[in-house]
């Protein structure tokens, strides 16, 4: 079976975490993207389609829960996880209540992330696929067909 990779956006205020993060998902076979701020995500995400967004909650400017929020607002269907250094598990956990996959603790141990990364993949799969469904039934039901 062919592995289709899951397209990720990192977004990290801290370059050198980012550069070596998205070396080894690259190195797993992943397609990643990278950015900055929460702006640089935002319109990244406007441009490209992104499956998952590992996403840090403490960055300058809008942070990673504000982000979280806009994510969710423009991009319902694109899964995020929620990266958190010690002291914010608090935050991370509220950033699920709305709506954030799951989150990890820096430093994330590289196999928990990849385990999550896929869980995060096959939800929004399974949603867009819900959606493809709901929209042949509908489709069906105005041609006056039925299923």
Do not use: N, W
Not at 4 to 26: A, C, G, Y
Not at 70 to 93: D, N, Q, Y
Request: hydrophobic share 40%; glycine share 8%.
């Amino acid at each position: 079976m062919v592995r289709i990779p899951t397209k990720v956006l990192l977004v990290d205020d801290e370059e050198d975490f980012v550069e070596m993060l998205s070396l080894r998902l690259r190195e797993a076979g992943e397609q990643v993207s990278t950015a900055y701020s929460g702006k640089a995500c935002l319109d990244i995400l406007a441009q490209d389609h992104i499956d998952v967004v590992i996403l840090d909650i403490r960055m300058p400017g809008m942070d990673g829960m504000e982000t979280l929020g806009e994510i969710k607002k423009r991009f319902p269907l694109v899964e995020v996880i929620m990266l958190t250094g010690h002291g914010s598990a608090e935050t991370a956990v509220e950033g699920m209540k709305l709506g954030a996959f799951d989150y990890l603790m820096k430093p994330a141990d590289f196999e928990e992330l990849t385990h999550k990364l896929q869980g995060a993949r096959r939800r929004k799969d399974e949603q867009e696929e819900r959606i493809r469904q709901a929209e042949a039934r509908l489709l069906m039901r105005k041609s006056g067909g039925t299923f």
